[in-house]
């Protein structure tokens, strides 16, 4: 793997022009998600056929900067997730594990109202935790991480990760997580999805 040096670098990975409200970054790669990427992972699946014959809205967006691929390196992105709900659910994004297990990630919160969930890989555990500006959700390593706009614009963060962390969508894909998080009267709630 090749670490990123200040003489390897051009100005333009040295120094990243974001624009939160477009969830852009100047020269990044860009990903969508829309709401046909995100079939079943919703509970209510009646609400998500009925929301798909209405269309395939944008629901997230996250563009990624990647300086270097070494051990030491970091990479970082901008999300933006579009308001919305499915049923009871939020729009959310997929969620996932890091590859190397261990690899930790900070978001940091940009606009807008979220929570994020995180479930511990070994023991199940399940906490929501709010993400917005000012305020930082640390995400330990081997911790499922997805997170959902719960409000009524635009939620945008940055998440920074060691650039070996890696994506595992498999296991969401295959199971989901555990707990869901429900509108209730207006506010978000955990709530065990098998209950
Ligand atoms: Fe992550």
């Not at 998500?48 to 990479?75: F, K, N």
Request: hydrophobic share 35%; net charge negative; aromatic share 8%.
């Amino acid at each position: 793997m090749s670490a990123a040096t200040l003489q390897s670098l051009d100005i333009n990975a040295l120094l990243g022009r974001f624009d939160p409200a477009a969830g852009t970054i100047e020269g990044a790669r860009r990903t969508e998600r829309r709401l046909s990427d995100l079939a079943g992972i919703f509970l209510d699946q009646a609400a998500y056929r009925a929301a798909r014959a209405d269309g395939d809205p944008l629901v997230y967006s996250v563009e990624v900067v990647e300086p270097g691929t070494g051990d030491g390196d970091l990479h970082y992105g901008l999300g933006v997730i579009h308001p919305g709900r499915v049923g009871r659910e939020y729009f959310m994004t997929k969620g996932h594990l890091h590859s190397w297990r261990e690899a930790a990630e900070l978001y940091i919160g940009l606009s807008g109202k979220g929570v994020m969930l995180l479930e511990d890989e070994a023991t199940g555990e399940s906490r929501m935790l709010p993400l917005g500006p000012g305020c930082a959700v640390y995400v330990p390593g081997h911790t499922g991480h997805r997170t959902a706009n719960v409000g009524e614009t635009p939620l945008s963060y940055i998440g920074i990760y060691p650039a070996r962390a890696g994506h595992d969508y498999g296991v969401y894909a295959s199971r989901n997580f555990r707990c869901a998080i429900i509108d209730e009267g207006g506010a978000p709630k955990l709530m065990r999805r098998n209950s």
